[in-house]
């Protein structure tokens, strides 16, 4: 007769060794996150090259659709509302569901571009 228990021993053995592997791994990146929560550190990614089209690829595409035509969020072809309307919605959001900061530095940009959307 089998042993039931035993493969389920092996298996707790294994996941008790990954537990502490990875505790060993955040240690050892302590002082990296603690940077990074402070504001120093490395940055991974770099919104200040990109043109604003890349922009609305990376943060607004889900809401307002591929070709601007608007999904969950309005159409943003032919808005009508001025730079610093746009600039006002980009940086505080608004009540019907727009978080506010989703492209931190970039607001100026990305507003004149959608002023340009015909």
Do not use: R
């Amino acid at each position: 007769m089998k042993n039931a228990a035993k493969p389920y021993l092996i298996i707790f053995a294994f996941g008790i060794v990954a537990i502490f592997f990875m505790s060993f791994i955040g240690l050892n990146n302590m002082d990296e996150i603690a940077a990074e929560k402070e504001g120093g550190g490395e940055k991974t990614e770099d919104t200040a090259s990109a043109t604003p089209e890349e922009i609305y690829k990376q943060s607004c595409i889900a809401c307002h659709g591929d070709q601007y035509q608007g999904a969950v969020g309005p159409a943003l072809k032919g808005i009508t509302k001025s730079q610093d309307e746009i600039k006002e919605i980009l940086v505080n959001g608004t009540d019907k569901g727009m978080p506010a900061g989703l492209i931190p530095g970039q607001e100026d940009a990305v507003a004149e571009w959608l002023t340009t959307l015909k």
